[in-house]
């Protein structure tokens, strides 16, 4: 079987620090975070009153009324992400085989907002009954059926729920589809919308959120730094066509880059706390898949949650297998941790890292940890550097890692 080499075309976003790729990118070089106090009628109610939330996503600027009635926050962010990713692919959709072209899709909580209002609805209001289109709302694989309704692509079309790594094993796994000949493109990524009363509450009873920094709130995610308490919780959807090496050429598409390596284990030792052996074992498969050494890093976008024991153990496994000199960030200190889509978010971030020639920074590392030794870009983004090839990382409760690999081609 030939084995065909895949392209990144096309880019989709919104996210708290951006709903472009541009805006995304320049807001993290600037270190502009976009965690703040959440104005909800609820948040009175809530211990964690911060989160990474998009203050400007309109659901009517993009679907009329009774479209955008039937899809849940987290089907919209993923159906206007592809949209962008499509139409900066320069894909004519109308003139294209779409029994070609799927869509893989991560998202960890699903339709979170759609099940919240069901309850809400029987056990607050004692309603007898729920919204027709509860359940095609709230299903897990609603966004990514959404997606491909909309475009009207008949390719494969899956929905990962692995966590934290959802949208980084749907990019890999759609980069493989290729690869072996079974697509010729494919949408991936993921979508995240949870910012709802119960959810926040449930990662409450876990104490793994931060607490709010007093004196600046947008500053509570403190990825590698010795005042580090935690994650904070975010909200969005990123979404790249992944493409035929050859065909992208023969086309004249923008590349942004090549996905060379793709790694995925699990760690089957706890369902929440990570370990040294399992990340270091998807990192090493990554680097085997693309066929290079770890000196030929050039930047790694770290898992970086803020957690005392994910920064520790994630700095511990970069150092096992690629060694102390690469620069590594965490650009979850100012777009908060976007969960099924974190992945998807951060790999976006490794492509405008490869387009722009710069390296965001871990925002808010003002009290370095000794045991997180790494050069973590602190606090100021760096411009005109040599990037050739990435690394994003992304490890998740459940013990499913996703990481991926990318250069310029």
């Not at 759609?114 to 299903?139: C, H, Q, W």
């Not at 790594?165 to 759609?174: F, K, L, N, Y």
């Not at 908060?336 to 722009?356: I, P, S, T, W, Y």
Request: aromatic letters at 6%; proline letters at 4%; glycine letters at 10%.
């Amino acid at each position: 079987m030939t084995i065909r080499r895949v392209a990144v075309t096309g880019i989709g976003i919104l996210s708290p620090v951006g709903n472009d790729r541009e805006t995304f990118f320049a807001n993290l070089m600037a270190g502009k975070s976009g965690i703040k106090r959440m104005e909800s009628d609820f948040v009175d109610a809530l211990d964690a009153k911060i989160a990474a939330w998009i203050p400007d996503f309109d659901p009517l600027a993009h679907f009329v009324k009774n479209k955008a009635a039937t899809m849940d926050r987290v089907t919209q962010f993923a159906v206007v992400a592809s949209q962008q990713a499509v139409a900066d692919a320069g894909l004519d959709l109308e003139n294209e085989d779409r029994e070609r072209i799927g869509v893989y899709l991560g998202t960890g909580m699903g339709g979170a907002a759609s099940i919240e209002e069901g309850y809400v609805r029987l056990y607050r209001d004692n309603a007898s009954r729920l919204k027709p289109f509860t359940v095609l709302m709230a299903m897990n694989n609603a966004a990514g059926a959404q997606v491909a309704l909309e475009l009207g692509l008949t390719g494969p079309d899956l929905t990962f729920c692995t966590a934290c790594s959802s949208s980084s094993v749907a990019i890999g796994e759609a980069t493989r589809q290729i690869r072996h000949g079974y697509t010729d493109v494919m949408l991936a990524g993921g979508a995240e919308a949870l910012l709802t009363f119960g959810t926040i509450k449930a990662w409450e009873a876990l104490r793994t959120l931060a607490t709010e920094d007093a004196e600046n709130p947008a500053a509570s995610c403190k990825p590698f730094s010795a005042d580090r308490s935690g994650l904070v919780l975010g909200e969005g959807a990123a979404m790249v066509v992944l493409e035929d090496m050859e065909r992208a050429v023969a086309r004249g598409a923008h590349i942004y880059a090549e996905i060379i390596g793709y790694g995925s284990s699990n760690d089957s030792a706890h369902i929440t706390q990570p370990s040294v052996e399992g990340q270091a074992r998807a990192m090493r498969r990554a680097l085997a898949d693309a066929g290079i050494t770890p000196d030929q890093l050039d930047y790694i976008n770290a898992h970086g949650t803020g957690t005392k024991l994910n920064d520790t153990t994630e700095t511990t496994a970069i150092k096992e297998v690629c060694g102390s000199d690469i620069p590594v960030s965490s650009t979850k200190s100012m777009h908060g941790h976007l969960m099924g889509a974190a992945g998807a978010v951060e790999f976006v971030a490794c492509m405008m890292a490869l387009e722009k020639q710069a390296l965001p920074p871990t925002a808010h590392l003002v009290q370095p940890d000794p045991e997180c030794d790494l050069d973590y870009v602190p606090n100021v983004g760096r411009n005109n550097v040599s990037v050739k090839t990435v690394m994003s990382n992304s490890f998740a409760f459940g013990g499913t890692s996703g990481v991926l690999i990318a250069r310029k081609p």
